[in-house]
């Protein structure tokens, strides 16, 4: 079975200029996360969606970040304009949501690595 | 708030040696599950262990196994035989089930030594 595909694998880009990172979750799955790894802050969740609606977007650092899930096999974490700061690793994960079959567990796809110039 | 506190930012072990890699979250729920994930230079997040906090007993996975001591909040993580390929970044994660997110630790990096 296809896990979590992620694209692209790795962005370099311009200050200013706007990315899109993707993101298709297991099919079945009705939970996709969006994370970002930091050296200096780790593994911080960004938003989540439940059957396609945005749950908590708490973690979503400012204006410039919008992400979407316009179904349940497709979402976008969108930037605009990219700031040098917003370099990182960007992980989409998904899971069963807890009423289902629910083990707790997020499966992830391999990760979009975004450097900004 | 959850949190997740990993207090080993490094670690080493010799090969075919064991070793313990620490973590101790905060919670006010009764209900919820902890894990940990293994990241290796691959960057790819992959589960080694899953714990439900209802269960009693200690969740082991072929080498790996856990000490789960609800009082004290503490979830830690034993590698046994370690072997070259289990370098990598460790992770402690918390669930409270209710919302379905993860709550990560900082993490440990293990390195295995032959």
């Known amino acids: 079975d296809a896990g979590v595909i992620q694209s692209p694998r790795h962005e370099v880009t311009e200050m200013g200029q706007e990315v899109t990172l993707r993101c298709k979750p297991i099919?079945?799955?009705?939970?996709l996360f969006w994370y970002r790894q930091t050296m200096m802050r780790g593994l911080e969740l960004l938003i989540y969606f439940n059957n396609n609606v945005p749950i908590d977007d708490s973690g979503m650092p400012e204006d410039r970040f919008s992400a979407k899930m316009p179904n349940a096999s497709f979402s976008t974490l969108k930037i605009q304009p990219s700031e040098p700061r917003d370099s990182a690793v960007y992980f989409c994960?998904?899971?069963?949501?807890?009423?289902?079959?629910?083990?707790?567990?997020?499966?992830f796809g391999e990760g979009s690595r975004l450097t900004v110039l | 708030a959850q949190t997740v506190t990993q207090s080993q930012p490094e670690m080493s072990v010799q090969e075919a040696e064991t070793v313990t890699l620490s973590c101790t979250y905060d919670?006010?729920?009764?209900?919820?599950?902890l894990f940990w994930y293994k990241q290796p230079p691959s960057r790819q997040m992959i589960l080694v262990i899953r714990?439900?906090?209802?269960?009693?007993q200690n969740a082991t996975e072929n080498r790996f196994s856990v000490n789960f001591q609800k009082a004290a909040k503490s979830f830690s993580l034993k590698i046994s035989d370690s072997q070259l390929g289990d370098t990598a970044m460790y992770f402690c994660?918390?669930?409270?089930?209710?919302?379905?997110?993860?709550?990560f630790g900082t993490g440990t990096l293990l390195a295995v030594q032959p």
């Open positions: 099919s079945g799955h009705n939970s």
């Open positions: 994660a918390f669930n409270g089930g209710a919302t379905n997110k993860l709550i």
């Open positions: 714990q439900e906090a209802y269960k009693q």
């Open positions: 994960a998904s899971s069963l949501a807890p009423q289902d079959s629910y083990t707790g567990e997020l499966f």
């Open positions: 919670t006010s729920e009764n209900n919820y599950y």
